[in-house]
């Protein structure tokens, strides 16, 4: 599988045109100075993100006899090798599909497909807002962190690993586990950046890479062009504002700094601009 928006994919064309920035909260932790330092972004597994659902399409069987029993003895030709096809399409038959296990297995099957996947994936949340009172609350540990800023236009971004928009819907993806091996490549990504509607208020975009899998990857030091401090950064930890001053005077392009404050009539805050720091 290619990593979403590769060039070859068919996920609409609309859905890769990125906004000219991209932001991403985070709180202060290990992987904080890498950011700042040394230019290294974290991807993470979907198995820690706070979406049971996330990246976790529903997979069926739906088939013909035919079709299931193609799949199994496809499935347990790979599972041992040194048999025959011949042998093992005898052993599916009396063993799996005339003793009536073949939905039994199939369950377990996609099971194992769906924890795979989710296994070797990836990947990195950004969103088109910086301003979100909910997520400086979820994403920068109760406004106590920050919000990176990213110029999209570079190679981090595309052509190759361009960040996708994520859909919402009310209903969970299907992909069928007899024909995951037919499916564009384009359908199975797409499958991947479909969450539930009630997370719509957060406009995401993903690079989901399942070469690399999680861990750290880099990008162009000039990407980054913005950090805004939360609303109470200096509240948890007097001296992360500091360090993150320090950190951004160090890079060759220092970005521009800001302050997220509290709007005084309305529900909301401001983003303000550190003219020197």
Same mark, same amino acid.
């Given at each position: 599988?290619?990593?979403? =928006? #590769?060039?070859g994919?068919?996920v609409?064309d609309e859905?890769?045109?990125?906004?000219?920035?991209?932001y991403?909260?985070? !709180?202060?932790?290990?992987?904080?100075?890498?950011?700042?330092?040394?230019?290294?972004?974290?991807?993470?597994?979907?198995?820690?993100?706070?979406?049971?659902?996330?990246?976790k399409?529903l997979?069926?069987?739906? /088939?013909?006899?035919?079709?299931?029993k193609?799949?199994?003895?496809?499935?347990y %030709?790979?599972?041992?090798?040194n048999?025959s096809?011949?042998?093992?399409?005898?052993?599916?038959?009396?063993?799996?599909?005339? !003793? =009536?296990r073949?939905r039994?297995? $199939?369950? #377990?099957?996609q099971?194992?497909?769906?924890? $795979?996947l989710?296994?070797?994936? /990836?990947?990195?949340?950004f969103?088109?807002i910086?301003?979100?009172?909910?997520?400086?609350?979820?994403?920068?540990?109760q406004?106590?962190?920050?919000?990176?800023?990213?110029?999209?236009?570079?190679?981090f971004f595309?052509?190759?690993?361009?960040?996708i928009?994520v859909?919402?819907?009310?209903?969970?993806?299907?992909?069928?586990? $007899?024909?995951l091996?037919?499916?564009? &490549? /384009? %359908?199975? @990504?797409?499958?991947?950046?479909?969450?539930a509607?009630?997370?719509?208020?957060?406009?995401?975009?993903r690079?989901?890479?399942?070469?690399?899998? &999680? =861990?750290?990857q880099?990008?162009?030091?000039?990407a980054?062009? /913005?950090?805004i401090? =939360?609303c109470?950064?200096?509240?948890?930890?007097?001296d992360?504002?500091?360090?993150?001053? !320090?950190?951004c005077?160090?890079?060759?392009?220092?970005?521009?700094?800001?302050? @997220?404050?509290?709007? %005084?009539?309305?529900?909301g805050?401001?983003i303000?601009?550190? #003219?020197?720091?």
């Open positions: 599988m290619k990593k979403a =928006g #590769e060039e994919n068919d609409p859905s890769v045109v990125e906004p000219p920035v991209l991403k909260y985070g !709180k202060f932790d290990e992987h904080t100075e890498k950011i700042l330092t040394h230019n290294d972004i974290y991807f993470s597994s979907p198995n820690v993100f706070n979406d049971p659902f996330d990246s399409p997979l069926t069987s739906d /088939g013909t006899m035919t079709e299931r193609h799949y199994l003895v496809d499935r %030709q790979k599972k041992y090798p048999r096809k011949e042998a093992i399409s005898i052993d599916v038959d009396m063993e799996i599909i005339t !003793k =009536g073949d039994i297995v $199939l369950e #377990e099957a099971k194992k497909a769906i924890e $795979l989710r296994k070797k994936l /990836g990947i990195c949340c969103t088109e910086r301003d979100s009172i909910l997520m400086w609350a979820h994403y920068a540990k406004h106590t962190g920050f919000c990176l800023e990213f110029d999209t236009n570079n190679d595309r052509p190759s690993t361009r960040a928009k859909e919402y819907d009310r209903f969970r993806p299907e992909l069928n586990v $007899l024909r091996d037919s499916y564009p &490549e /384009g %359908q199975l @990504a797409k499958a991947l950046l479909i969450k509607d009630d997370w719509e208020y957060e406009k995401e975009w690079i989901v890479d399942n070469e690399k899998g &999680e =861990g750290t880099s990008f162009p030091e000039d980054l062009i /913005g950090v401090l =939360g109470r950064i200096s509240e948890e930890n007097k992360n504002e500091e360090k993150v001053l !320090k950190w005077r160090e890079r060759t392009h220092p970005p521009s700094l800001y302050k @997220a404050k509290e709007k %005084q009539k309305k529900f805050l401001d303000v601009r550190i #003219e020197s720091y």
